[in-house]
């Protein structure tokens, strides 16, 4: 199923159009649903993100939804701030984000929390010299394959232009 | 989690030939592609899947799909395997915070015996070949 939905959405995203509205989809339906998995890998209510995000429960429920689009910046970072995450934006290639759209799943979304988060371990390295520094990052790899298989991976089909 | 469309004996759809235009073709099928990834992994309400079961008519739910008009189709699990279908079975639209048509959960439900009776003929599976014509 991938295969054929990776080649139907290759022609498909030759249409300025087309690709733009399926990234506007992906963007939304894929920060509600980070949201929810992130919720639910800490064992949280929305109550208790609403109350961790000074918001409201209705607003969780709301972000929770993949039809939900009026995301502010402001919003974000405060919820970041609640699950102790940092917040990433970039803009991406229509290559990554075929890959993205075709390879998402809830454990894709999923974060360790700080106190989870291998990079701080009290059992790594504290030295900034490179060779540690690489050997930590090598940890962060294999602790968080997802990111970087997913760049490796990324069929970028024909440059063109 | 397999996707299908009610069809009656015309062949028409619930999903196929609703959308107006092509970006709510796109986020019709968006909303077809996400519902079988992630209700596979996690049930259909669990995770994601945007659906209300209708106090009237329980068994009926309504998923929400977002694009130029509010669609909320009426849906039901199964019938014949409740933990890996779902299937489409009536058109309606939230305009306002009402639905139209107003009686589309009960149409909805009266499919629902409908196909449980005749699951292959009354319904259409929605393979990813198929969703790029919805």
Not at chain 2, 39 to 58: A, I, T
């Amino acid at each position: 199923m991938k295969d054929e939905m990776r080649e139907r959405l290759r022609e498909e995203f030759q249409d300025y159009e087309a690709r733009h509205d399926y990234a506007d989809l992906h963007l939304d339906s894929s920060i509600a649903l980070q949201i929810k998995a992130l919720r639910l890998q800490r064992g949280w209510t929305q109550k208790e993100l609403a109350s961790r995000a000074e918001m409201h429960q209705s607003q969780v429920s709301e972000m929770e939804q993949v039809t939900h689009s009026s995301w502010t910046l402001e919003t974000l970072k405060r919820v970041a701030r609640a699950f102790d995450l940092s917040l990433k934006l970039s803009f991406e290639s229509f290559g990554t984000l075929l890959y993205d759209y075709i390879n998402q799943s809830g454990e894709r979304h999923r974060r360790p929390s700080f106190e989870d988060d291998p990079a701080f371990s009290s059992t790594m390295p504290s030295s900034a010299d490179s060779e540690e520094s690489n050997a930590a990052n090598n940890v962060l790899k294999f602790e968080q394959p997802e990111r970087f298989v997913q760049v490796r991976s990324v069929d970028l089909g024909t440059a063109s232009g | 989690m397999i996707p299908y469309d009610y069809d009656n004996s015309r062949g028409e759809g619930v999903l196929r030939g609703w959308a107006a235009d092509k970006r709510e073709s796109r986020a019709i099928r968006n909303h077809v592609w996400l519902a079988v990834r992630y209700s596979r992994q996690e049930g259909l309400n669990s995770f994601y899947f945007p659906v209300d079961e209708s106090e009237k008519k329980p068994g009926i739910f309504y998923a929400k799909i977002r694009s130029s008009r509010q669609l909320r189709p009426r849906i039901c699990l199964g019938p014949e395997r409740p933990n890996d279908e779902i299937t489409y079975l009536f058109r309606a639209i939230e305009d306002n915070y009402k639905i139209s048509p107003r009686d589309a959960t009960e149409k909805a439900f009266y499919r629902s015996q409908v196909v449980e009776e005749k699951p292959v003929e009354m319904r259409v599976r929605l393979t990813p070949q198929r969703t790029f014509t919805l």
